[in-house]
């Protein structure tokens, strides 16, 4: 039996391992948009296919008896060219997706569809914004940047500018409207809050990524008393069946 693994998060390693353990050959692919990614065991190829054409043409010349969509769940266009393609050449497919965030009863949320609204909802509720929303989201909030620092700003980060921003890699080109805080998680709840006192962070921006390795932000705002934005997840498409968990995903490809 052999699976196409469309790969690139924590669910999809942990899938890969489960697949190789069992005896399934797994071709995990990687977008190859992040430095140093860790690597899944079993096979691997990196880089997009071309589209819906370009995917379909690949499992034509690399037969599978199943695809697995366990890319992140923002990467919408992946998965769209993923449902497109296995149906067009009629190999079975699902989608692994982690359950996202729920809101506790101390918690502020306020939800939004995307990182421009996000951005224009911003000023309403804060000054001084951690954004964690990836790389790809941050020219929406440039222009809150390039009003210029904060009046206040914390000690040893004077002439700095007031938004925080953290991604895995560095965007390009490097941004000027804000600091940007290079690191890759899983974060700790003690260095969350170290982090958004010494910056004085006051409105958090997030992605409903969901999982346990990035979630540590989400309970030092609540502490802190920091409202959150939340930018929904884009909807999957119709139709497909989805799991939530590496061992159902198992269990699905074993009945193939």
């Given at each position: 039996?052999?699976v196409?693994?469309?790969?690139?998060?924590?669910?999809?390693?942990?899938?890969?391992?489960?697949?190789?353990?069992?005896?399934?050959?797994?071709?995990?692919s990687?977008?190859?948009?992040?430095?140093?990614?860790?690597?899944?065991?079993?096979?691997?190829?990196?880089?997009?296919?071309?589209?819906?054409?370009?995917?379909?043409?690949?499992?034509?010349?690399?037969?599978?008896?199943?695809?697995?969509d366990?890319?992140?769940?923002?990467?919408?266009?992946?998965t769209?060219?993923?449902?497109?393609?296995?149906?067009?050449?009629?190999?079975?497919?699902l989608?692994?997706?982690?359950?996202?965030?729920?809101?506790?009863?101390?918690?502020?949320?306020?939800?939004?569809?995307?990182?421009?609204?996000?951005?224009?909802?911003?000023?309403?509720?804060?000054?001084?914004?951690f954004?964690?929303?990836?790389?790809?989201?941050?020219?929406?909030?440039?222009?809150?940047?390039?009003?210029?620092?904060?009046?206040?700003?914390?000690?040893?980060?004077?002439?700095?500018?007031?938004?925080l921003a953290?991604?895995?890699?560095?965007?390009?080109?490097?941004?000027?409207?804000?600091?940007?805080?290079?690191?890759?998680?899983?974060?700790?709840?003690?260095?969350?809050?170290?982090?958004?006192?010494?910056?004085?962070?006051?409105?958090?921006?997030?992605?409903?990524?969901?999982?346990?390795?990035?979630?540590?932000?989400l309970?030092?705002a609540r502490?802190l008393?920091?409202?959150?934005?939340v930018?929904?997840?884009?909807?999957l498409?119709?139709?497909?069946e989805?799991?939530?968990?590496?061992?159902?995903?198992?269990a699905?490809?074993?009945?193939?």
């Amino acid at each position: 039996m052999k699976v196409l693994l469309l790969g690139g998060t924590g669910e999809a390693r942990a899938l890969a391992q489960l697949l190789v353990s069992a005896g399934v050959e797994v071709v995990s692919s990687l977008a190859g948009r992040t430095a140093d990614a860790r690597l899944p065991v079993g096979g691997v190829r990196t880089g997009g296919f071309g589209g819906v054409d370009g995917l379909s043409a690949w499992l034509l010349a690399h037969p599978v008896d199943a695809v697995v969509d366990a890319t992140h769940p923002f990467a919408a266009t992946m998965t769209a060219h993923a449902v497109a393609a296995a149906g067009e050449v009629g190999v079975p497919l699902l989608i692994l997706r982690r359950p996202g965030w729920t809101a506790a009863p101390d918690d502020t949320w306020h939800w939004v569809d995307t990182p421009s609204a996000a951005a224009e909802l911003l000023p309403t509720l804060g000054s001084r914004p951690f954004l964690t929303i990836g790389r790809q989201g941050l020219p929406a909030f440039a222009p809150l940047g390039l009003q210029g620092p904060s009046a206040v700003a914390p000690l040893g980060l004077v002439n700095l500018p007031s938004i925080l921003a953290r991604c895995v890699d560095a965007p390009e080109p490097l941004p000027t409207w804000c600091t940007l805080l290079l690191a890759r998680g899983p974060f700790d709840l003690t260095a969350e809050l170290d982090l958004m006192r010494l910056h004085q962070i006051d409105v958090l921006v997030t992605k409903d990524s969901g999982g346990p390795a990035t979630s540590a932000k989400l309970t030092a705002a609540r502490e802190l008393h920091i409202p959150v934005i939340v930018i929904r997840r884009p909807p999957l498409p119709a139709g497909v069946e989805v799991v939530t968990s590496a061992d159902e995903a198992l269990a699905w490809t074993l009945k193939r």
